[in-house]
C-alpha cells in the first residue's frame, strides 16, 4: 500500500511538471508576454499642417476600458489661439499666423489614468499662396495699361 501512494505521488509531481512545462511557465521569468501594456497611441504620429488648416487625430488607449481621451496642444488642454486649438474630438486647427518655433506636440492623455498619454509632432507651414493680382495688365490693343503709346511720326 505504501508503494501505491508514492506511485501516486510521483505521477502527480510528474504530471504537474508537465503541465507547467506546456503553459511555458508562465509567470516565473518575469516578463509574460501575456501581460496586456497600457498605452496612448496617436495617430498620425508626425505630420506638416498649413496655417489656418484642419487635420484630424485619433488616440487607441490600450490596457484599459475607457477610450476617452483628454487633447492638448503644448500643454494646454485645448489649446490656445497661439499654437492652434484641438476640440475634444481630436480635430485640430492650426493658428493663422505661425508661431515661434513653427511646431507642436499635440498630446491625448486617458481620462481613466492620466499617467498614460500618447504625442504627435506636428510642423506648422506658411499657408499657399492665393494669386489675387496680375500686373501688368494687358489692353485690348495689346499695350499695357501703364505704358503711354510711343508717338507717331
Not at 112 to 132: C, M, Q, R
Not at 134 to 139: D, F, I, T
Amino acid at each position: 500500500m505504501a508503494q501505491s501512494q508514492s506511485t501516486r505521488i510521483f505521477s502527480t509531481l510528474f504530471l504537474l511538471l508537465g503541465l507547467s512545462l506546456l503553459s511555458g511557465c508562465a509567470g516565473l521569468g518575469g516578463n509574460s508576454s501575456n501581460t496586456p501594456s497600457s498605452a496612448v497611441e496617436v495617430s498620425p504620429a508626425n505630420a506638416n499642417v498649413r496655417a489656418g488648416d484642419t487635420l484630424q487625430f485619433s488616440a487607441k488607449v490600450s490596457g484599459v476600458m475607457d477610450q476617452s481621451v483628454a487633447w492638448s496642444v503644448n500643454g494646454t488642454v485645448g489649446g490656445s489661439v497661439t499654437v492652434g486649438k484641438i476640440s475634444t474630438t481630436g480635430l485640430y486647427t492650426a493658428p493663422a499666423a505661425l508661431p515661434t518655433p513653427n511646431s507642436v506636440t499635440i498630446e491625448a492623455t486617458s481620462a481613466s489614468n492620466k499617467s498614460l498619454s500618447g504625442t504627435s509632432a506636428i510642423s506648422l507651414e506658411n499657408p499657399i499662396p492665393t494669386v489675387t493680382a496680375v500686373s501688368p495688365r494687358l489692353s485690348r490693343s495689346g499695350i499695357s495699361l501703364s505704358q503711354s503709346p510711343e508717338p507717331s511720326s
